[in-house]
């Protein structure tokens, strides 16, 4: 077993430093991500008891997103990519002092603190995902995935399993004079001393802006159309996974601490399943891992609707620990290889790829919390949470059919400039 792990951790070491460094800083926000996407909600409906505030929070978090990501194009100008990625991390934990410091759980409080926890994500994402691609290729991007997915992963075990634990004693043993927010506020405290850290590691090395400075464009290639679909599927499913869990839990199984439990009960199966396929899957295998994690999700959503009980929940989170990474250590990959074609046959900044890309998610998003939110109010709570889940994991099924297209189709594009640009060896696409 010994032999095994220092075999990995020199598997890890033989690849570039910058790429080291950048999964690094990815595994210590890791610790940061549980908290702001389970437990914010779960706060905001402990505090209000009304879903439909869940519901705004996270839709002022999905527009923070891309309007942040249009003014990191333009900072990118004048500031290194590292500060802005430190700046969006440390905004997460602002966002969340700003929430902790409300008396009164109002809409407008609500909708302020998401916005500000949208912009910590636009500033996180948008310079993640540019230093992502930057140094990385197709070959090794499986295995970056599968690292990052891993950890984070592992860290949907510790962190809501440690933070519902602390919650619920905290409130049992009277800690705090039994003041529930004085403890949301130390774990407050913990995710910014970790968003520092996280920082920290990011400045070990200097990492490059985008070379062009453009960045807005309204016409894109053809398969680019077809990613900015398959981008709505995505945003459309993360809509719910962070909505939902939280008030299925809250509503039919229990407190905090239910809510950490059971989103570990699969984790460590899903954790080293994906370490084990970044680690030995190939380009080719992406499809499949796509569909593998789409079929699990609609299998949970299916359980969930038809028991509509805790017993549907469970199955339900456990469907969802799984189909999260799977979808993601497939789709990104995915997404990627198109902006290296792309950004060499149209001669653009990979940053304009990643900046429209987002609203791609965000149409997604959008569509996903407006249809929550019309089932609520139009019909009820229940038909929400109950039969939506559903529509939106039958509309994933089609992502399957449309990534294989994306996928066949961009590898006969790279095939075909590789014909007519023979200096095609200096880039990406050669790998």
């Known amino acids: 077993m010994g032999s095994r792990l220092t075999a990995e951790f020199q598997h890890f070491m033989i690849q570039p430093r910058d790429m080291r460094l950048v999964l690094i800083t990815n595994m210590i926000y890791a610790f940061v991500l549980p908290i702001v996407d389970i437990f914010v909600g779960a706060y905001i409906m402990r505090s209000s008891d009304n879903p439909a505030m869940v519901a705004l929070y996270q839709l002022c978090v999905y527009t923070g997103i891309p309007f942040t990501f249009l003014i990191n194009g333009f900072l990118l100008h004048r500031i290194n990519i590292s500060w802005l990625y430190s700046f969006g991390m440390l905004l997460s934990g602002i966002s969340m002092i700003v929430m902790m410091s409300l008396n009164v759980i109002t809409m407008l409080g609500v909708a302020v603190a998401g916005f500000i926890m949208g912009g910590s994500f636009g500033f996180f994402w948008a310079n993640r995902d540019f230093l992502t691609l930057d140094t990385t290729n197709d070959q ?3 295995y970056y995935y ?3 997915t891993f950890f984070y992963t592992l860290t949907f075990i510790i962190v809501p399993a440690a933070v519902g634990w602390f919650l619920v004693r905290s409130t049992m043993l009277g800690w705090f004079d ?3 927010a004085a403890s949301y506020r130390v774990v407050t405290g913990i995710v910014i001393l970790l968003t520092i850290l996280a920082s920290w590691v990011i400045h070990q090395e200097k990492f490059r802006n985008p070379k062009h400075k453009k960045f807005l464009f309204w016409r894109y290639d ?5 990613m900015l679909v398959l981008a709505g599927l995505k945003g ?5 996974l962070v909505t939902a869990p939280a008030i299925l839990i809250m509503r039919l199984v229990g407190d905090e601490g239910s809510l950490g439990t059971i989103q570990s009960v699969s984790g460590l199966i899903a954790a080293i399943m994906l370490y084990i396929l970044g680690r030995t899957s190939k380009p080719k295998h992406r499809i499949y891992i796509l569909s593998l994690g789409i079929t699990i999700f609609l299998i949970g959503s299916l359980a969930n609707g038809i028991m509509f009980s805790a017993m549907g929940v469970i199955i339900f989170v456990l469907g969802r620990v799984l189909f999260m ?3 993601d250590i497939a789709y990104f990959p995915i997404q990627m290889r198109i902006i290296d074609l792309l950004s060499v046959k149209e001669n653009r900044s990979e940053f304009a790829y990643i900046f429209n890309h987002e609203f791609g998610l965000y149409a997604g998003r959008f569509f996903g919390l407006g249809l929550f939110i019309l089932l609520a109010y139009g019909v009820s709570e229940e038909v929400a949470l109950r039969y939506s889940l559903i529509i939106v994991a039958l509309l994933q099924v089609a992502s399957i059919p449309l ?5 066949t189709h961009t590898n ?7 014909k007519i640009m023979p200096d095609l060896k200096a880039t990406k696409l050669a790998v």
């Open 140 to 142: 090794n991007r499986n």
């Open 146 to 148: 599968g690292v990052e």
């Open 178 to 180: 039994g003041n529930i």
């Open 222 to 226: 053809r398969i680019w159309n077809k």
């Open 236 to 240: 459309m499913v993360q809509g719910y």
């Open 325 to 327: 990474p799977l979808h």
């Open 403 to 407: 990534a294989k297209n994306i996928i």
């Open 412 to 418: 006969k594009m790279i095939d075909d400039l590789k």
